[in-house]
């Protein structure tokens, strides 16, 4: 068994990703010894094979070099990851099971070498191995972890596995919501929540003097993206739709019972979402510790601060079926943008939210006057040069002050304070928030997702990827007749004709307006910060349509779309070494039309994993 060092495909060039340090210039290579037992070849034998090229470096020192050399080395291989070099047969021989019995590690007779991918001592390199079943490890056993490369088949499994999908025939303006997540950390520290709330006559204002109050509906969406854990984005999960839709509630009921308002102000209801935010962030940092200075135990004082210590992004959408007013708060970088299709049957992509950073301007404007002798409260870019977002639940650490901050290292646990921390808090949980009027007529749709979407593509690139997706899988009659009546239709869609549409195959062209010159847009970051490190361009041939749920198809595409190498490499990358090449991901896509109420909400089972669909609508 012969086993040969990875060259560098390419130059690596890179740009800084969420949450990383800065680029560290990688140590010099050191020549790795052969190794005959395990088939190494030595590197200066490889050289004289394959010149003088640098080895391929581990991103524990290089951050960013091309993903696509790594997929070129693993496709139809298997990952292999540890500090302490082991050889893949004695590996699979020194497996065992929870209770001490040796796992089977009888090599398959008839199966085929597969190839496989090591990462040791900073360094790529790869191999090939005869296929032993099952590939498993148990959680506890003192060897390396090995992971089988997944096959198209099997990456499209992983890609389904957490998809859901439902049908809102309601009759009020929302046909269809789906979402999706794929997880980079272990456990997942995104998080999302969705509710449906039918309001009572009493909140309802009448049509007329003549017509009594019908009901509505209010409508929730929302996507967490945390950091630092998942305890944040659990308790939010948990409780902020509450928090708000009490707050919204309370809001109605006062402007009902003054004669000389039928409904509350646009201001008031923004405020309400604004009252609620902060509450529950006050709930989630400053009560968590007065109570745990009431707990009994350190293990019941790190329930109540774990949201605390760690953090999370909040985007909460909610959308009145009786205004037809669609409100987006955002506190932190997740992003919602809305498709809306044009005269001449393209989408055109229009930002809901803003994403909220220390390279945001408008936040570093903000966040110099709040602490106008800090010179250092944003330093490259970041919250007193450590936390990248700058609204956020959570994060204690930027919002404690130091004396809180040592007395629950002391008595509990926790970290030192920042040494920059002068006058917290820092970051804030209130929210940025937007309205835009929805149009169902016209087959508007919304996407909601966390950061790690919009690192991979741009907001055209999302809107023309559901528009592509809809000439597929209409997601109701009205909309596949509206879309077929298009001036410029189908034909225009698939690129002047032909079947570069059809399900599996590339397009041509996404249909969606794009500005002649693609730049930043105002309030939000580069778009293509991992397309740059994985080294792929920016064509629109490289997108394909092979799932019914739209929001797991938006996330095919950014994994790679037609490159299935790509993405069946990308999804191959065990956690926590897939960090460095893409986040968590959490996608939903609304869907807005008129339909007709035939009843409550409802899974769509062929969309859906197994066992997820469950309405929370």
């Known amino acids: 068994m012969r086993r040969a060092a990875v060259q560098i495909l390419r ?10 340090r800065p680029f560290r210039q990688a140590p010099a290579v050191a020549e790795t010894h052969s190794r005959t037992s395990s088939g190494f070849r030595s590197v200066s034998s490889y050289k004289e094979n394959h010149g003088s090229r640098q080895m391929f470096q581990s991103a524990m020192y290089v951050r960013h070099f091309s993903v696509a050399a790594v997929v070129a080395s693993v496709a139809s291989g298997v990952w292999y990851f540890g500090a302490t070099p082991h050889h893949l047969g004695d590996l699979a021989n020194s497996l065992t099971a929870p209770s001490g019995i040796p796992a089977s590690t009888r090599a398959v007779a008839d199966s085929p070498p597969r190839r496989s991918l090591t990462v040791e001592n900073d360094q790529f390199f790869v191999d090939e191995f005869t296929p032993v079943s099952p590939i498993t490890k148990s959680p506890d056993a003192q060897a390396s972890p090995q992971n089988a490369m997944l096959s198209p088949e099997e990456a499209t499994q992983k890609l389904r596995q957490f998809e859901e999908s439902y049908e809102v025939p309601r009759g009020r303006g929302v046909l269809r919501y ?21 309001t009572s006559p009493s909140l309802a204002v009448p049509n007329s003097a003549a017509n009594p109050p019908a009901t509505s509906d209010w409508m929730f969406w929302s996507v967490f993206d945390g950091h630092g854990g998942w305890t944040t984005s659990a308790k939010l999960r948990q409780v902020l739709t509450s928090f708000v839709a009490r707050e919204i509630s309370t809001t109605y009921k006062t402007a009902l019972a003054d004669p000389s308002l039928r409904f509350p102000s646009p201001a008031s209801i923004d405020e309400a979402i604004k009252r609620a935010f902060i509450q529950c962030d006050h709930e989630i940092v400053d009560e968590a510790v007065t109570k745990a200075q009431k707990a009994n135990t350190k293990s019941a004082a790190a329930a109540l601060l774990s949201p605390a210590l760690s953090g999370s992004c909040a985007l909460l959408s909610f959308y009145d079926t009786k205004s037809r007013d669609f409100r987006v708060a955002c506190t932190g970088d997740s992003r919602a943008v809305l498709g809306r299709r044009n005269p001449n049957g393209t989408w055109a992509a229009q930002p809901l939210s803003e994403d909220q950073t220390g390279g945001t301007p408008s936040e570093i404007v903000r966040l110099r006057a709040e602490h106008p002798n800090e010179p250092n409260v944003v330093a490259r870019g970041r919250i007193l040069g450590n936390l990248e977002p700058s609204r956020a639940f959570g994060d204690a650490h930027y919002k404690w002050a130091r004396d809180v901050q040592e007395m629950v290292k002391t008595r509990w646990f926790g970290r030192s304070p920042v040494a920059l921390l002068k006058t917290p808090p820092y970051v804030t949980a ?12 016209k087959g508007d749709f919304v996407v909601l997702a966390t950061d790690g979407l919009w690192e991979m593509l741009t907001n055209e690139e999302v809107v023309g990827l559901v528009g592509k997706w809809m ?12 879309t077929s009546n298009t001036e410029s239709g189908r034909q225009s869609f698939l690129g002047g004709g032909g079947d570069g549409g059809l399900k599996g195959k590339a397009t041509a ?12 847009q105002e309030g939000q970051r580069s778009n293509t910060i991992r397309r740059t490190q994985w080294g792929i361009g920016a064509g629109d041939e490289r997108f394909v349509v092979e799932d019914s749920n739209a929001a797991t198809h938006l996330v095919r595409n950014a994994l790679g779309g037609k490159d299935r190498d790509m993405v069946c490499g990308l999804l191959a990358l065990p956690s926590p070494f897939s960090r ?32 997820r669909a469950k309405p929370k609508l």
């Open 11 to 20: 130059a690596a060039k890179g740009v800084s990703v969420r949450r990383l």
């Open 178 to 198: 789906d979402l999706v997540q794929l997880p980079s950390n272990n456990p997942i520290e995104d998080d999302h929540a969705e509710k449906l709330i039918e």
């Open 430 to 441: 209130e929210p940025v928030i937007t309205t835009t009027k929805l149009e169902p007529a």
């Open 471 to 482: 000439e597929e899988n209409p997601v109701s009659s009205k909309a596949a007749t509206m």
């Open 509 to 520: 062209v996404l249909p969606v307006d794009r500005p002649q010159v693609e730049r930043r």
């Open 580 to 611: 460095r090449y893409r986040d968590d991901l959490t996608v939903e896509v609304i869907f807005f039309g008129e339909g007709d109420a035939a009843g409550d909400v409802k899974a769509n089972t062929d969309t859906s994993a197994t066992g």
